[in-house]
Antibody, heavy 119, light 103 residues
Framework: EVQVVESGGGLVQPGGSLRLSCAASGFTFSNYWMTWVRQAPGKGLELVTNIKGDGSQIYYLDSVKGRFTTSRDNAKNSLYLQMNSLRAEDTAVYYC????????????WGQGTLVTVSS | DIQMTQSPSSLSASEGDRVTITCQASQDVRNYVKWYQQKPGKAPKLLIYDASHLETGVPSRFSGGGSGTDFTFTISSLQSEDIGTYYCQQHATFGQGTKVEIK
């Protein structure tokens, strides 16, 4: 059974840092692009970043470039999102999702982890 | 960047009604459009990929169509369990969402 489980969310002050993790199971992790999608309270979905199976290609939303870094450890079947210089507008539920086929067809999602940036 | 303009932003319909949501791309995106359903407090769920292909296990009352810049998503007979918000998506861009309620 395919599963992705996020962890690492929490309350952080503006300017602070947080690292999210996503543990994957039930599929050959290294064969798939993986994606982080966020949803601010009461708002729509926003694709933050995605990374190719071998880590050779990475995309970032303009508003997080230079602040967020996505990485993966295929030996541990894990995806990471390092978030630095956090702003209030980064407050959201962050979802990890598997991308089937590399065309951002997000077929399996985690339950999400809440990041709150506030003083 | 490609923009995806989704409408309406919300709708209210009776059970059994046919419901249609539209999504317009700012440029030709061929058939690279997906549709997701999100129920309150839950993660989104993939319903339709490549504009018109039904994801495995998704009820056949859901369908999608279109190509190029204009796309539609239809629920042929609205059921109470279909309430939620629906999003179109093309690569890194999501539509604004359509909240579907039962009248």
């Amino acid at each position: 059974e395919v599963q992705v489980v996020e962890s690492g969310g929490g309350l952080v002050q503006p300017g602070g840092s947080l690292r999210l993790s996503c543990a994957a199971s039930g599929f050959t992790f290294s064969n798939y692009w993986m994606t982080w999608v966020r949803q601010a309270p009461g708002k729509g979905l926003e694709l933050v970043t995605n990374i190719k199976g071998d880590g050779s290609q990475i995309y970032y939303l303009d508003s997080v470039k230079g602040r967020f870094t996505t990485s993966r450890d295929n030996a541990k079947n894990s995806l990471y999102l390092q978030m630095n210089s956090l702003r209030a507008e980064d407050t959201a539920v962050y979802y990890c999702a598997r991308d089937r086929g590399g065309a951002t067809t997000l077929d399996f999602w985690g339950q999400g982890t809440l990041v709150t940036v506030s003083s | 960047d490609i923009q995806m303009t989704q409408s309406p932003s919300s709708l209210s319909a009776s059970e059994g009604d046919r419901v249609t949501i539209t999504c317009q791309a700012s440029q030709d995106v061929r058939n690279y459009v997906k549709w997701y359903q999100q129920k309150p407090g839950k993660a989104p769920k993939l319903l339709i990929y490549d504009a018109s292909h039904l994801e495995t296990g998704v009820p056949s009352r859901f369908s999608g169509g279109g190509s190029g810049t204009d796309f539609t998503f239809t629920i042929s007979s609205l059921q109470s369990e279909d309430i939620g918000t629906y999003y179109c998506q093309q690569h890194a861009t999501f539509g604004q969402g359509t909240k579907v309620e039962i009248k």
